[in-house]
C-alpha cells in the first residue's frame, strides 16, 4: 500500500522549507566522444531562465548503464527539489536504490553532483573553488605521459615534454606481447609459449628498473619521474620493484597491487622508500578512506566520478589533508573537461595536493566544451567565472557519436604467456 502510494506522488517534495522559490525541472545526460573515448555529462536545468549545471559522470567502459542510471532512475528523485540542498539530494540518489556503491551508481551521482555544485556557483556568481574555501595556490602542477617502444624512444619523448616545460614525467616502455600497458604494443618473445603474445611480470621487472637507470642519466635531475604498474603485481613482486626503484628517486610508483590485495600496502609501504600512489580504481569513498587511515598510501589516485563526485572528495582531500598524505586525483581522457574542472577546484583549493595528472584534450573537444582549461607550460588554472566556468555545445557534441569501449576487446587479450587472463 505505502508503494503505491509513493508511486502516485508526481514529484519528491522538499524535505523541509527552501531559502529560495527555485526547483530543479529537468535532468539528462549527455554522451559525447570527440577523442574517440565516451564522455559522459549530466545537466541539471531548473526553472530559473539560464540557470542549470554540468557534471562528469564518465565511466567509459559502460557509459550506457551510467545513462541508464542517471535518466531512468535518478532523475526522477530530483524533479521538483530545491538544487541548493547539494548533501540531501546525492545522500538520497545513494540511498534510495539500498544496495550502495559502485562505478555505475557512483558516476551517475557524480554528474548529479557536479551539476548542483555549477548551479551552486552560478547563483553565488562565484568559481566553485571559492565555495570550497578559495585558493591555497596560485596553480596546479601536472604531470604528462611519455612512452615508447624502446627505452631510448621513452626518454626521447620525455626530453621533448622537458623542453616544453613539463617538470613531472610518467614513464612507460613497451613490453613484449599485447597487454602492455601506457606503451606501444611490441611483438611476443614467447613463439613456443600457449598465449605467444602474452605479457609476462618477469620480463617487466627485469626491464623497468633499466628504464630509470637511464633516464637518470639522460634528463634533467630536477625533472620529478612517475611510474604506473597498473594493478598487475603480486605482493613480493611490489615490494621488489619500490626497492629496486630507490636509487632514482621517483616521486611516485603508481597502482603497485590490485584491489584485491590492497590490504598488503601497509607493509609494502614500510618497506621502501618509494613513494606509493593508489586509489584509481576505488570505486567508493569508503575504500579510499581505508586506503588512506590504514597507512597504505602516500598519494591517493581516486577519480572522483567513480567514488560519488566533487561532495566525496573533497571529504577525502580534508582526511588526506590530517593523515599527511596528498592527493593526486586521476585525469587522463576519460574524463570530462568537467570532471578535469572539479580535480583542479580541488588542487587549487586544499593544502593536501600532491600532484595533477593532465590531459591535453584535442581542439574537437575544446569545441563541444567551451572553456576546457589547457595546460601551459605544465600549470593548469582555473576558470574565475561562476561555477565551472564550462559549457557543452549540444550541436558540436552530437557530431562525435560514442560507440561501445574498446576496452573490452583489449581486454580480452591481455593475458600472460600460458594464457591466463591478466588485470588490464
Given at each position: 500500500m505505502a508503494i503505491e502510494a509513493a508511486e502516485n506522488i508526481p514529484t519528491f517534495a522538499d524535505p523541509w522549507p527552501a531559502r529560495e522559490n527555485i526547483k530543479i525541472t529537468g535532468v539528462r545526460t549527455i554522451v559525447t566522444a570527440p577523442e574517440g573515448i565516451p564522455l559522459v555529462v549530466v545537466r541539471l536545468d531548473t526553472d530559473v531562465d539560464g540557470l542549470y549545471g554540468l557534471g562528469c559522470a564518465t565511466f567509459t567502459q559502460r557509459w550506457k548503464a551510467v545513462r541508464t542510471m542517471v535518466d531512468d532512475h535518478l532523475a526522477r528523485l530530483l524533479i521538483g527539489r530545491y538544487p541548493g540542498d547539494i548533501g540531501d539530494l546525492v545522500r538520497l540518489c545513494g540511498y534510495a536504490g539500498y544496495w550502495r556503491n559502485g562505478p555505475v551508481i557512483n558516476n551517475a551521482i557524480s554528474g548529479i553532483d557536479q551539476a548542483l555544485w555549477d548551479i551552486a556557483g552560478k547563483r553565488a556568481g562565484l568559481p566553485v573553488y571559492e565555495l570550497l574555501g578559495g585558493k591555497v595556490r596560485a596553480?596546479?602542477?601536472?604531470?604528462?605521459?611519455?612512452?615508447?617502444?624502446?627505452?631510448?624512444?621513452?626518454?626521447?619523448?620525455?626530453?621533448?615534454?622537458?623542453?616544453?616545460?613539463?617538470?613531472?614525467?610518467?614513464?612507460?616502455?613497451?613490453?613484449?606481447?599485447?597487454?602492455?600497458?601506457?606503451?606501444?604494443?611490441?611483438?611476443?618473445?614467447?613463439?613456443?609459449?600457449p598465449y605467444p603474445t602474452g605479457w609476462s611480470a618477469r620480463d617487466y621487472l627485469r626491464r623497468t628498473p633499466q628504464?630509470?637507470?637511464?633516464?637518470?642519466?639522460?634528463?634533467?635531475?630536477?625533472?620529478?619521474?612517475?611510474?604506473?604498474?597498473?594493478?598487475?603485481?603480486?605482493?613480493?613482486?611490489?615490494?621488489?620493484?619500490?626497492?629496486?626503484?630507490?636509487?632514482?628517486?621517483?616521486?611516485?610508483?603508481?597502482?603497485?597491487?590490485?584491489?584485491?590485495?590492497?590490504?598488503r600496502l601497509p607493509?609494502?609501504?614500510?618497506?621502501?622508500?618509494?613513494?606509493?600512489?593508489?586509489?584509481?580504481?576505488?570505486?567508493?569513498?569508503?575504500?579510499?578512506i581505508q586506503l588512506i587511515r590504514d597507512g597504505?598510501?602516500?598519494?591517493?589516485?581516486?577519480?572522483?566520478?567513480d567514488i560519488g563526485g566533487?561532495?566525496?572528495?573533497?571529504?577525502?582531500?580534508?582526511?588526506?589533508?590530517?593523515?599527511?598524505v596528498r592527493t593526486a586525483w586521476h585525469g587522463p581522457g576519460d574524463t570530462s573537461p568537467i570532471g578535469a574542472a572539479a580535480n583542479v577546484a580541488l588542487d587549487i583549493s586544499s593544502v593536501a595536493f600532491g600532484i595533477q595528472e593532465g590531459h591535453v584534450y584535442n581542439e574537437a573537444t575544446h569545441e563541444v566544451f567551451p572553456g576546457t582549461l589547457r595546460i601551459v607550460d605544465g600549470?593548469?588554472?582555473?576558470?574565475?567565472?561562476?561555477?565551472?566556468?564550462?559549457?557543452?555545445?549540444?550541436?558540436?557534441?552530437?557530431?562525435?557519436?560514442?560507440e561501445l569501449s574498446g576496452h573490452d576487446a583489449w581486454a580480452a587479450g591481455v593475458r600472460r604467456p600460458d594464457g591466463a587472463l591478466e588485470a588490464p
Amino acid at each position: 500500500m505505502a508503494i503505491e502510494a509513493a508511486e502516485n506522488i508526481p514529484t519528491f517534495a522538499d524535505p523541509w522549507p527552501a531559502r529560495e522559490n527555485i526547483k530543479i525541472t529537468g535532468v539528462r545526460t549527455i554522451v559525447t566522444a570527440p577523442e574517440g573515448i565516451p564522455l559522459v555529462v549530466v545537466r541539471l536545468d531548473t526553472d530559473v531562465d539560464g540557470l542549470y549545471g554540468l557534471g562528469c559522470a564518465t565511466f567509459t567502459q559502460r557509459w550506457k548503464a551510467v545513462r541508464t542510471m542517471v535518466d531512468d532512475h535518478l532523475a526522477r528523485l530530483l524533479i521538483g527539489r530545491y538544487p541548493g540542498d547539494i548533501g540531501d539530494l546525492v545522500r538520497l540518489c545513494g540511498y534510495a536504490g539500498y544496495w550502495r556503491n559502485g562505478p555505475v551508481i557512483n558516476n551517475a551521482i557524480s554528474g548529479i553532483d557536479q551539476a548542483l555544485w555549477d548551479i551552486a556557483g552560478k547563483r553565488a556568481g562565484l568559481p566553485v573553488y571559492e565555495l570550497l574555501g578559495g585558493k591555497v595556490r596560485a596553480a596546479v602542477d601536472t604531470y604528462t605521459h611519455a612512452a615508447g617502444a624502446t627505452v631510448e624512444e621513452t626518454l626521447e619523448q620525455a626530453q621533448s615534454f622537458v623542453e616544453q616545460g613539463w617538470r613531472f614525467i610518467r614513464l612507460q616502455q613497451a613490453t613484449p606481447g599485447s597487454g602492455g600497458y601506457g606503451a606501444p604494443q611490441v611483438e611476443g618473445e614467447y613463439p613456443n609459449a600457449p598465449y605467444p603474445t602474452g605479457w609476462s611480470a618477469r620480463d617487466y621487472l627485469r626491464r623497468t628498473p633499466q628504464l630509470f637507470e637511464r633516464a637518470r642519466d639522460v634528463l634533467p635531475d630536477h625533472i620529478e619521474l612517475l611510474h604506473d604498474v597498473h594493478s598487475r603485481l603480486t605482493p613480493k613482486d611490489a615490494l621488489w620493484l619500490a626497492q629496486a626503484l630507490e636509487p632514482y628517486r621517483l616521486f611516485f610508483l603508481e597502482d603497485i597491487l590490485p584491489p584485491e590485495h590492497w590490504d598488503r600496502l601497509p607493509e609494502i609501504r614500510s618497506a621502501t622508500s618509494t613513494p606509493i600512489a593508489v586509489g584509481e580504481l576505488t570505486t567508493s569513498i569508503t575504500e579510499a578512506i581505508q586506503l588512506i587511515r590504514d597507512g597504505g598510501v602516500d598519494l591517493i589516485r581516486s577519480h572522483i566520478s567513480d567514488i560519488g563526485g566533487l561532495t566525496a572528495a573533497r571529504k577525502l582531500a580534508a582526511l588526506a589533508e590530517v593523515c599527511g598524505v596528498r592527493t593526486a586525483w586521476h585525469g587522463p581522457g576519460d574524463t570530462s573537461p568537467i570532471g578535469a574542472a572539479a580535480n583542479v577546484a580541488l588542487d587549487i583549493s586544499s593544502v593536501a595536493f600532491g600532484i595533477q595528472e593532465g590531459h591535453v584534450y584535442n581542439e574537437a573537444t575544446h569545441e563541444v566544451f567551451p572553456g576546457t582549461l589547457r595546460i601551459v607550460d605544465g600549470w593548469l588554472r582555473p576558470n574565475d567565472t561562476p561555477g565551472w566556468g564550462i559549457e557543452i555545445d549540444e550541436e558540436a557534441a552530437a557530431r562525435f557519436v560514442p560507440e561501445l569501449s574498446g576496452h573490452d576487446a583489449w581486454a580480452a587479450g591481455v593475458r600472460r604467456p600460458d594464457g591466463a587472463l591478466e588485470a588490464p
